[in-house]
């Protein structure tokens, strides 16, 4: 596919059994465009012509979209204002320009599969001589736009560990908000593998108006939605996150890793006061909206 068309960046490979569940006699491509995230049908179907004079009579060739996994970092960095010239605003821009750089050359591609912690706080930490460390939490993020007329069950694969530390240990997951049954409401787990849907009350105390509402296995990172129907939620997709149970995180198959919604806390070392804060940092994941209906058995 690379030899013979100009327009693929890269591409991603697999035998279908290494889905789940297992499919055999296909073959899976996903291939990210130079321009754009997701190929249009057309182009498909004239990349699968040009296999065609390549293929083994008995596999068949079949095209999956790229999925995108984002990584969301929450960052607090301590920094000397004695050791720069640049105010704390300043030092704050740096720290996001490295990351959208760390975005552009270790992920965003399939050939760049890894996240890797240390180096993600590493180009943190040399943003500027005056910082002189940092703390950062890492959530993992799937989005997916549900039907909102029709109950149907989704599968939001993170295809990692989550960090499930012992049997009863909640919250390994949690969403968007959504509304169900005329509330503002949430997905949480209840520690022994079962997806909820909780609201809030006026005093902020979880009440759960379903506890089954689905299911989740820590080990593999599958999150299960059954007969899921939401009527309304912001923007064109939700969101599912959860926490890994290592901060290497490592995409699979058709998945693409990105950072989303960095945030970035700058705190004076000298005086323990907050000088700069960034509610999101831009970055490709910020404005990436493409997402998977998971109306099929999980092949990414």
């Not at 889905?19 to 049908?41: E, F, H, M, Q, R």
């Not at 959504?178 to 909820?196: A, P």
């Not at 759960?208 to 912001?234: E, M």
């Amino acid at each position: 596919i690379l030899r013979e068309t100009g327009d693929i960046q890269s591409i991603s490979v697999w035998g279908g059994e290494e889905n789940d569940p297992p499919i055999y006699g296909k073959v899976y491509v996903s291939a990210k465009p130079k321009s754009g995230n997701v190929l249009s049908s057309t182009r498909k179907t004239q990349i699968k012509d040009i296999l065609k004079k390549h293929n083994i009579l008995s596999i068949d060739t079949e095209f999956v979209d790229a999925q995108f996994l984002y990584v969301n970092p929450t960052t607090t960095i301590r920094w000397d204002p004695n050791f720069t010239t640049l105010s704390a605003g300043e030092v704050q821009t740096k720290v996001n320009t490295s990351i959208s750089n760390f975005e552009s050359a270790n992920l965003s591609d399939f050939n760049k599969q890894k996240f890797r912690f240390s180096k993600y706080t590493r180009a943190i930490d040399d943003s500027d001589p005056s910082i002189l460390s940092s703390l950062t939490d890492i959530e993992m993020e799937r989005r997916f736009a549900p039907s909102k007329t029709k109950a149907a069950t989704y599968n939001i694969a993170f295809n990692q560990k989550l960090f499930h530390p012992h049997a009863g240990h909640a919250y390994a997951i949690r969403s968007s908000k959504f509304t169900f049954n005329s509330r503002d409401s949430y997905l949480d787990d209840d520690g022994n593998g079962k997806v909820r849907i909780y609201y809030l009350d006026d005093a902020g105390n979880r009440v759960v108006s379903d506890s089954d509402a689905g299911t989740v296995n820590y080990t593999t990172g599958l999150v299960k939605l059954d007969a899921f129907l939401p009527t309304a939620y912001t923007g064109s997709s939700m969101s599912i996150y959860a926490e890994p149970n290592d901060k290497d995180i490592t995409a699979v198959r058709n998945q693409i890793l990105l950072i989303a919604n960095a945030k970035v806390t700058v705190l004076n070392d000298v005086t323990s006061q907050v000088d700069a804060k960034t509610v999101t940092a831009t970055t490709s994941g910020v404005t990436t909206t493409v997402v998977d209906s998971g109306l099929y058995p999980v092949v990414y």
